[in-house]
């Protein structure tokens, strides 16, 4: 079963620096029937002004994924992490006991695009992490590429949740297909672009959930950036 959720469905919040959009329920945007699936909780489209970002803030027991479009994010914690995240590099930081961190635009003159990406992990109380790994344009084009895992499999960011994500980037005559088992949920991000996924088109910013056994088969309509997340029947 595919089930849509269109991007102008989602919330919406201005914040002057800030414009955001909600695949999910998030801060003063509630809606019962968009929770998350799965682990995943969050994913927020992020466009900041230059200059301007997420002052010092905490956070406990919630793996975070950041995830760049354009632009660029400078990222400090509490731990003694600090690192600038471009486009084709991810970002997990593991909340667990605690942590508090800053996210800021790295340019005083360029705005940000970024996904901001929450999943529940496995469980709670683990010690507080972070990781910044690069995946090339070679190894996302026209293929899936892991970038997220729970054993850090062929190089991917690690995370305490059995959740994998995979990105890939493609054209109007690529294809790429995942393998779903039994009790598994598929959810798919079109973070740029335009696809079909087992047969139903996606524009940027819609997402498709995929329940039950069987193949999804992601066809590139026109040069597509896609997120797709393989996730626990909890």
């Known amino acids: 079963m595919l089930t849509l959720r269109k991007a102008a469905e989602r919330g919406h919040a201005v914040h002057g620096w800030l414009d955001s959009w909600h695949s999910f329920s998030f801060a003063d945007y509630h809606d019962p029937n968009h929770m998350g699936v799965s682990a995943l909780r969050?994913?927020?489209?992020?466009?900041?002004?230059?200059?301007?970002g997420f002052p010092t803030h905490p956070h406990r027991d919630m793996e975070i994924i950041t995830y760049?479009?354009?632009?660029?994010?400078?990222?400090?914690?509490?731990?003694g992490n600090h690192g600038v995240i471009r486009p084709g590099e991810v970002q997990r930081m593991s909340a667990g006991t605690g942590i508090r961190h800053s996210e800021m635009n790295h340019s005083d003159s360029e705005p940000l695009h970024l996904l901001q990406i929450w999943i529940l992990p496995a469980e709670e109380g683990v010690r507080p992490g972070y990781e910044q790994r690069a995946f090339p344009i070679e190894e996302r084009r026209g293929r899936l590429r892991l970038l997220a895992s729970p054993d850090a499999a062929q190089g991917s960011v690690r995370l305490h949740q059995d959740v994998r994500l995979y990105g890939t980037l493609l054209?109007?005559?690529e294809s790429v297909v995942l393998d779903k088992g039994d009790g598994r949920i598929a959810y798919v991000h079109v973070a740029r672009g335009a696809l079909e996924v087992n047969g139903e088109r996606l524009n940027a910013g819609d997402a498709a959930t995929v329940e039950g056994r069987g193949q999804i088969a992601l066809d590139g309509v026109e040069a597509a950036e896609v997120l797709l997340f393989d996730l626990p029947a909890l």
Request: with cysteine.
């Open 42 to 52: 969050v994913i927020n489209e992020d466009c900041i002004a230059p200059g301007a």
């Open 68 to 79: 760049v479009l354009d632009g660029a994010v400078e990222h400090r914690n509490s731990e």
């Open 171 to 173: 054209g109007a005559d």
